[in-house]
């Protein structure tokens, strides 16, 4: 698993990378009330805004860690979106991004250097 | 963050687990660890206990004891029934400007020889100051300062302040009553801000936290925090000041022509007299030209304050503003008050714009859900 200082953890599955947000983001935004997903075959440039949480308190924008195509997006959370709240790094991931190299990931952090920036 | 105010409750927020922020000048709860949707929840199932000391209580004492005199000269401030209150009773008011707006939202209440008055944090300077500079000839303006204030709401709040302060269960909504709890005097009122059945309780300093305490001991009683407290007042229709009614807003634009008694209207006996009385009462006739509607967005994104609304899907420019916007938890739905121009019937489509796509809205009759006063 890697961590971007958004907040975001990609999980590597074959050539796609998953991405949901980590479950401090989650206890930072809040009761989760509405998720926004982006179309499948959308093709995002990294930083593209690709995905919307809303919580009780505001909306926040999930950014594309990588450059790549949406390849699956998870419905479950349109229709459940406090998963985000009760499982964060699980059932709870927003979609699927397909990238031409993996080798991108390397430049976020582990685990432990995640923690270390969340204190 | 250094000059924040902190209430009587700070340590208790802190203890409880509270996540403090700066609110209208004091450091105050917005959540406490079951979070914002829970809280709202248990609000409307069992009971919740506000910290509302940071509003303003203020007493107004007519020099001639009378509580007549004091009443008239608060008409002149108000476009309320002030002088035909029964003793015992609260009601809503309003400042108004020589514009019309709306200086402030407040509760008074008639304690058979004076009026007690609570307005918001975020006005009470500029509003004691108002007062002292309109009501002075005809009463003293005391500002209470010694004195916390909670709100107990919810299905569960009658038993649980009857247990701890007998007389409580038999108030009547908006009724006021003075009752003591372990030698200190509870000002009590059945009101609050959420829709349900509670109370509003002004409380010694000194005896505050045991107080709260004890409260929180009863069955089904827990800290509730501003988070949950802004989503039940939307739900329950009421107005944010500084939102949802501003200065630039009437009482009758803000659709808050309840609280305007007959007596005050035009052919009433003590008709206008009030600032802006010229434009309130004219509004009052004709209608507003544009006024605070209820919207229920489609769907489940919410709209929130700021978002643009048009009439239709493309083009045009905007007809109107959301004041207040966010999910009901117990709607299950977004909610959202905006002015709209006056004629929008309930049913009608409407269109906020959320990040850059117009997306319908209905009309929607408030409360969006229903009250549960004891009346």
């Known amino acids: 698993m890697k961590y971007t200082e958004d907040h975001e953890w990609l999980r590597v599955d074959g050539d796609v990378v998953v991405v949901g947000i980590t479950e401090h983001a989650a206890e930072q935004l809040g009761d989760v009330v509405f998720v926004e997903l982006p179309e499948v075959e959308t093709v995002m440039a990294k930083g593209d805004d690709c995905a919307v949480i809303e919580s009780v308190k505001a909306a926040s924008d999930i950014l594309a860690p990588v450059d790549g195509e949406i390849v699956e997006v998870n419905e479950k959370l349109v229709d459940n979106p406090g998963l985000v709240n009760t499982d964060p790094t699980g059932a709870a991931w927003f979609f699927k991004i397909k990238v031409d190299d993996l080798s991108v990931l390397d430049d976020y952090m582990d685990e432990d250097a995640y923690k270390e920036l969340i204190g | ?375």
């Open chain 2, 1 to 375: 963050m250094a000059d924040l105010k902190r209430t009587v409750f700070f340590d208790l927020h802190v203890k409880l687990g509270a996540k403090m922020v700066p609110f209208a000048g004091y450091d105050m709860p917005v959540q406490y660890p079951m979070g914002v949707l829970k809280e709202h929840l248990h609000t409307r199932t069992a009971a919740g206990l506000f910290d509302v000391s940071h509003m303003g209580q203020v007493i107004l004492r007519p020099k001639s004891g009378q509580y007549r005199d004091a009443a008239l000269a608060f008409e002149r401030l108000v476009p309320v029934d002030v002088a035909g209150l029964a003793e015992g009773r609260q009601r809503y008011a309003m400042f108004t400007n020589d514009a019309g707006g709306i200086l402030d939202d407040l509760m008074f209440a008639n304690r058979g020889d004076h009026l007690f008055v609570v307005v918001n944090a975020a006005c009470k300077d500029q509003d004691i100051a108002y007062m002292r500079a309109h009501l002075s000839e005809v009463c003293d303006v005391i500002a209470v300062t010694d004195r916390a204030l909670v709100a107990l709401q919810g299905p569960a709040a009658e038993a649980a302040l009857e247990a701890l302060v007998p007389g409580a269960a038999a108030m009547k909504f908006m009724d006021v009553a003075i009752l003591p709890w372990q030698g200190v005097d509870l000002w009590i009122s059945r009101s609050g801000y959420t829709g349900e059945d509670g109370y509003e309780i002004s409380v010694p300093e000194g005896q505050a936290v045991a107080f709260a305490e004890a409260l929180l001991a009863r069955p089904g009683v827990q800290p509730i925090g501003l988070g949950a407290r802004d989503s039940l007042r939307l739900e329950a229709g009421m107005c944010l000041y500084g939102h949802d009614i501003d200065e630039g807003t009437s009482p009758v634009e803000g659709n808050l022509t309840w609280a305007v008694q007959k007596v005050r209207r035009t052919g009433g006996a003590r008709a206008g007299g009030f600032p802006g009385d010229a434009r309130i009462l004219k509004e009052l006739t004709d209608g507003p030209t544009r006024r605070r509607v209820g919207l229920r967005p489609e769907g489940r994104a919410p709209m929130r304050e700021g978002t643009q609304v048009f009439a239709g899907p493309e083009g045009g420019a905007p007809i109107g503003t959301i004041t207040s916007g966010g999910f009901g938890p117990s709607i299950e739905a977004p909610m959202a008050m905006a002015y709209l121009p006056a004629g929008l019937a309930d049913g009608a489509v409407v269109y906020g714009e959320v990040r850059g796509k117009r997306l319908p809205a209905v009309v929607a009759p408030m409360p969006f859900h229903p009250t549960n006063y004891k009346r």
